[in-house]
């Protein structure tokens, strides 16, 4: 990455080589395979893998050189490289700034074009924006540097970084991030399911014709090219469906998967032998979605909507590759991306994909999103964290979850059941036949194999021939999977299925159902597979300026959700009635942190349903206590509901908790990188009457109950409430939503603020998140992140003060949002709890600060702002003094000086007639002008 600086040009080392160092060989099948399919895995095995096949796989860390869109076809024992072109390598330039009206913007960015075409090093370039330009780079590397070189150093260029190409992160969890509990889960959703709300997703396609999005009365209102949109709020699920590249789904397409864990709800509610298509219905069933198809189908490829740039036009003839592990956004998301989602009422949206995973860190598109959050404070937005942990360990997180407006999604692990239920009623084991047969026939290089090219004087021993063509020829099916008739497999009774005698591969754990079922009965699946434990895929934090990312985890391990049929060459209509293959034809399981942010987004709908209802503060829907909440709120509570993770994280070195210090430093985990603030449980947070108890408290602007309340920089607000109980569980979480940053910066946090606790009786000052800050002074204050938590388990009974504190505001007032659990009385604070009392300064006995019984409001330090205006008064009024006397100083000096000369000139001319002539001829000619005038 080039960042211009006058005439410097600073290159960031590239991190893979650092990554690369502390990388070691898997220790599992499971993570061998993700490796190279992700989230297409669902239910995955904890297996020692075979030592002679560890060599063989490849890996994802070449970023730029790997083909996104290329994948092992089911039947396909066609050798294939691992390693195939990319698309060229593109550059992302961010214009400077530049003060003017759109003419005179427009014409910057003509001037840059023009100079563009100079550059020998550069073959294509695309205008995004007035702001944003991408320049393919030749393949020459003496050409493509030196036209690196001579941008850095252009006027209008402010930051230059690498473009990576994105791609998808890829019976029922609502439970676990509702009430943590199964039995108490239904009756908080019979109170909220999302009714009323909107959802925004992109991914790609939306199988309209599956159950849980079908509609026979309405057709779903498509939309084409820039606004304004066609919306339709009559369709049962979807309002919008936007192609802006194409508008097919292909079988088992990530984006209909993702978008029914969010809204999902089945058109077809018959029951067949005690199950029911509507017990998978999404988190939020009530609410709709909001569609923008960003992947592409179609066999020959797909081109941007009209009017819309976006990364198709970075390929060749602007037209990018089907692929269904890719996608394809706009290269803008400010402008051309989150509008339309907004457009359609949505206030929430969830993104499963990204790219630059632990290479650029805040970039471009972090930018766009903080920007795109600042201007619609109430529009929340969501990215999966990514799927590369096993990659690169810590700082492994997709660019677009480094935003700090965004809410960046890790993923726990699943209930052991639903592992079970997806081995019996959902997987197609002739299915995984064909596409592991395929994996690793192209894995060991078979067609090389049966080919038997003696010019390369390679021989193989006949187990491997047996293995290759057991692979090719027999592994098709179900059967063949389950059966150790094959001489390629071992014959042994202590195993289930065929494992193969070459390399030791326990296939049938995988593509047979009777075996997949056994090894989730095994004794050890109760520890391995928990909703407790991190999912060892879950990308990790901190950011690169380090700050907490991901924000949170939530379940993310075979999640059964919507299953899409190609809408172009088999389409697949939910039927009016139920049969034995309908729960196989309508769900599918997968894995990610693409089903952990669905999941998210469809609690942060829940949270919206809430305060629009009216559920706060009385814990029960009143309609005149309703109101819309910013995103910080939504953001806010989510946090505040956090749990931490009980179980382990299983890594390369072993299981680990994720809570607990490994005795071993250089293995320590730190689970504010691992899960950010914890496992969401929406019941910890919310108060809803004879559902939780917990007492909650919001804080509002005082002359607008609807409104976040704001700060300056040096104003405070002081809030005091009691503790009634001894070991009260007590939480306070600060969120704002801050100005965005630039890729450019070290430090992206632009608005600071701080939230400080302080016991009545005791001089102990907690400021938030002091966890993460070194002490090096009394109170350890977080000036990184816009997120701040204070969560003292067992909290003494008593008095308490809370302070907010606007510390450095650069963009004049700052809105936040403020949550309190715990605490049973949250009141006005009295007028002598001063910022000296507060932080200990006064030597006066300590005063007990007032909580009268009334309605929260809050109190704005007078004392500081009086201070404020003495001193501005005083400092005016010696001002003017100076001025005075510097003015009567310079008077009687001009006098003297007058004075001075008036005399000299005199005695001059006393002494030379010569010049007292020619002052006497001037003289006259004065006297003459002034008669004739």
């Given at each position: 990455m080039f960042h211009h600086?006058?005439?410097?040009?600073?290159?960031?080392?590239?991190?893979?080589?650092?990554?690369?160092?502390?990388?070691?060989?898997?220790?599992?099948?499971?993570?061998?395979?993700?490796?190279?399919?992700?989230?297409?895995?669902?239910?995955?095995?904890?297996?020692?893998?075979?030592?002679?096949?560890?060599?063989?796989m490849q890996s994802k860390r070449d970023t730029l050189s790997m083909d996104p869109t290329k994948k092992p076809q089911q039947g396909d024992r066609q050798q294939s490289s691992s390693h195939q072109q990319n698309a060229p390598q593109w550059m992302s330039i961010l214009l400077a700034n530049t003060n003017g009206n759109t003419k005179i913007r427009a014409m910057h960015l003509e001037r840059f074009l023009d100079d563009l075409e100079s550059l020998s090093g550069i073959k294509r370039v695309v205008s995004v924006s007035h702001k944003k330009v991408m320049v393919q780079l030749t393949d020459s590397t003496e050409l493509h540097d030196a036209a690196l070189e001579e941008l850095a150093n252009h006027h209008l260029v402010h930051w230059?970084?690498?473009?990576?190409?994105?791609?998808?992160?890829?019976?029922?969890a609502r439970w676990i991030s509702t009430t943590g509990?199964?039995?108490?889960?239904?009756?908080?959703?019979?109170?909220?399911?999302?009714?009323?709300?909107?959802?925004?997703?992109?991914?790609?396609?939306?199988?309209?014709?599956?159950?849980?999005?079908?509609?026979?009365?309405?057709?779903?209102?498509?939309h084409q090219g820039p606004g304004p949109w066609n919306f339709d709020a009559n369709h049962r699920k979807i309002k919008g469906y936007h192609t802006l590249i194409d508008s097919v789904a292909e079988d088992g397409a990530h984006g209909t998967h993702v978008s029914g864990t969010i809204v999902g709800e089945s058109f077809n509610t018959q029951t067949l032998n005690g199950s029911s298509l509507s017990q998978y219905n999404g988190v939020a069933s009530g609410a709709k979605v909001a569609f923008m198809d960003i992947g592409c189908t179609r066999p020959g490829g797909c081109q941007c909507s009209p009017g819309v740039p976006c990364e198709c036009d970075l390929y060749g003839n602007s037209t990018c590759p089907q692929s269904d592990r890719s996608v394809y956004p706009p290269l803008d998301l400010d402008t051309s991306y989150f509008s339309y989602f907004y457009a359609s009422g949505a206030r929430v949206s969830s993104h499963s994909w990204g790219g630059g995973s632990g290479l650029l860190g805040y970039s471009q598109s972090s930018m766009e999103i903080d920007a795109f959050a600042w201007k619609n404070k109430d529009f929340l937005i969501l990215f999966s964290a990514g799927n590369s942990a096993?990659?690169?360990?810590?700082?492994?997180?997709?660019?677009?979850?480094?935003?700090?407006?965004?809410?960046?999604?890790?993923?726990?692990?699943?209930?052991?059941?639903?592992?079970?239920?997806?081995?019996?009623?959902?997987?197609?084991?002739?299915?995984?036949?064909?596409?592991?047969?395929?994996?690793?026939?192209?894995?060991?290089?078979?067609?090389?194999?049966?080919?038997?090219?003696?010019?390369?004087?390679?021989?193989?021993?006949?187990?491997?021939?047996?293995?290759?063509?057991?692979?090719?020829?027999?592994?098709?099916s179900e059967e063949a999977c389950c059966s150790q008739d094959f001489s390629a497999c071992k014959t042994d009774n202590t195993t289930c299925g065929c494992t193969t005698i070459m390399f030791n591969v326990p296939l049938s754990q995988y593509c047979c159902g009777k075996c997949a079922v056994k090894r989730f009965q095994s004794i050890s699946s109760v520890?391995?597979?928990?909703?407790?434990?991190?999912?060892?895929?879950?990308?990790?934090?901190?950011?690169?300026?380090?700050?907490v990312k991901p924000d949170l985890v939530n379940t993310g391990h075979a999640i059964q959700s919507a299953k899409a049929h190609n809408t172009?060459?088999?389409?697949?209509?939910?039927p009016l009635h139920t049969d034995e293959s309908l729960l196989n034809k309508q769900l599918m399981s997968m894995s990610g942190t693409s089903m952990s942010t669905p999941h998210t987004a469809g609690n942060a709908l829940l949270v919206r349903e809430y305060f629009v209802k009216g559920f706060y503060p009385s814990g029960g829907p009143i309609s005149s206590d309703g109101f819309s909440p910013s995103s910080a709120l939504t953001k806010a509570i989510l946090i505040q509901s956090t749990q931490p993770l009980q179980g382990t994280l299983d890594t390369?070195?072993?299981?680990?908790?994720?809570?607990?210090?490994?005795?071993?430093?250089?293995?320590?985990?730190?689970?504010?990188?691992?899960?950010?603030?914890?496992?969401?449980?929406?019941?910890?947070?919310?108060?809803?009457?004879?559902?939780?108890?917990?007492?909650?408290?919001?804080?509002?602007?005082?002359?607008?109950?609807?409104?976040?309340?704001?700060?300056?920089?040096?104003?405070?607000?002081?809030?005091?409430?009691?503790?009634?109980?001894?070991?009260?569980?007590?939480?306070?979480?600060?969120?704002?939503?801050?100005?965005?940053?630039?890729?450019?910066?070290?430090?992206?946090?632009?608005?600071?603020?701080?939230?400080?606790?302080?016991?009545?009786?005791?001089?102990?000052?907690?400021?938030?998140?002091?966890?993460?800050?070194?002490?090096?002074?009394?109170?350890?204050?977080d000036s990184s992140n816009n997120v701040e938590q204070i969560w003292l388990k067992d909290a003494d009974q008593g008095e308490y003060v809370v302070r907010i504190e606007g510390r450095s505001i650069y963009t004049g007032e700052q809105p936040f949002s403020l949550v309190i659990n715990g605490a049973h009385i949250v009141k006005q604070c009295g007028k002598e709890v001063t910022e000296d009392w507060f932080y200990d300064r006064e030597e006066a006995?300590?005063?007990?600060?007032?909580?009268?019984?009334?309605?929260?409001?809050?109190?704005?330090?007078?004392?500081?702002?009086?201070?404020?205006?003495?001193?501005?008064?005083?400092?005016?009024?010696?001002?003017?003094?100076?001025?005075?006397?510097?003015?009567?100083?310079?008077?009687?000096?001009?006098?003297?000086?007058?004075?001075?000369?008036?005399?000299?000139?005199?005695?001059?001319?006393?002494g030379n007639p010569e010049h007292a002539d020619i002052m006497e001829l001037e003289n006259q000619n004065e006297s003459e002008s002034g008669e004739s005038q």
């Open positions: 600086d006058g005439k410097q040009m600073y290159q960031i080392v590239d991190v893979t080589q650092q990554h690369n160092a502390a990388n070691a060989q898997f220790s599992t099948l499971e993570r061998t395979l993700s490796e190279e399919f992700g989230d297409t895995l669902d239910e995955d095995l904890l297996v020692e893998f075979p030592t002679h096949f560890k060599h063989r230059i970084e690498p473009f990576h190409f994105n791609q998808m992160h890829n019976k029922d509990n199964p039995s108490t889960a239904l009756s908080f959703t019979q109170l909220l399911n999302g009714d009323g709300e909107v959802v925004g997703v992109g991914d790609s396609g939306l199988d309209s014709n599956n159950c849980f999005f079908y509609d026979d009365n309405h057709p779903v209102p498509h096993d990659d690169y360990g810590y700082a492994s997180l997709g660019s677009q979850a480094e935003a700090k407006n965004a809410i960046s999604v890790g993923a726990s692990m699943n209930v052991l059941e639903n592992f079970l239920f997806a081995a019996r009623y959902i997987a197609d084991y002739d299915e995984k036949s064909l596409f592991y047969g395929n994996y690793f026939f192209n894995s060991h290089k078979c067609a090389d194999v049966l080919k038997q090219d003696k010019s390369t004087c390679q021989t193989y021993s006949a187990d491997m021939v047996e293995f290759c063509s057991f692979l090719k020829y027999n592994l098709t520890f391995a597979y928990s909703h407790q434990n991190l999912a060892y895929f879950s990308s990790q934090g901190p950011t690169v300026d380090g700050r172009l060459e088999n389409p697949f209509v939910c390369r070195y072993g299981m680990y908790p994720v809570n607990v210090m490994s005795p071993d430093q250089g293995l320590f985990l730190n689970s504010k990188y691992l899960e950010g603030y914890g496992r969401v449980q929406l019941d910890s947070a919310l108060h809803i009457t004879g559902v939780t108890s917990r007492p909650l408290f919001v804080m509002r602007d005082i002359h607008n109950s609807r409104q976040d309340p704001t700060l300056k920089t040096g104003q405070a607000h002081n809030l005091c409430f009691s503790l009634p109980d001894r070991s009260t569980n007590l939480k306070i979480t600060l969120v704002w939503t801050d100005y965005p940053s630039t890729p450019s910066s070290k430090k992206h946090l632009v608005n600071d603020l701080d939230v400080l606790l302080k016991l009545v009786d005791q001089k102990t000052v907690i400021a938030g998140n002091s966890d993460l800050v070194a002490p090096a002074s009394r109170i350890n204050r006995p300590t005063p007990q600060p007032d909580c009268p019984k009334q309605d929260p409001i809050i109190y704005t330090d007078s004392v500081l702002f009086t201070l404020t205006l003495m001193s501005f008064l005083v400092l005016l009024g010696l001002l003017l003094f100076v001025s005075t006397v510097s003015l009567l100083s310079c008077v009687m000096l001009f006098t003297l000086s007058g004075y001075k000369l008036g005399k000299e000139q005199e005695e001059e001319q006393e």
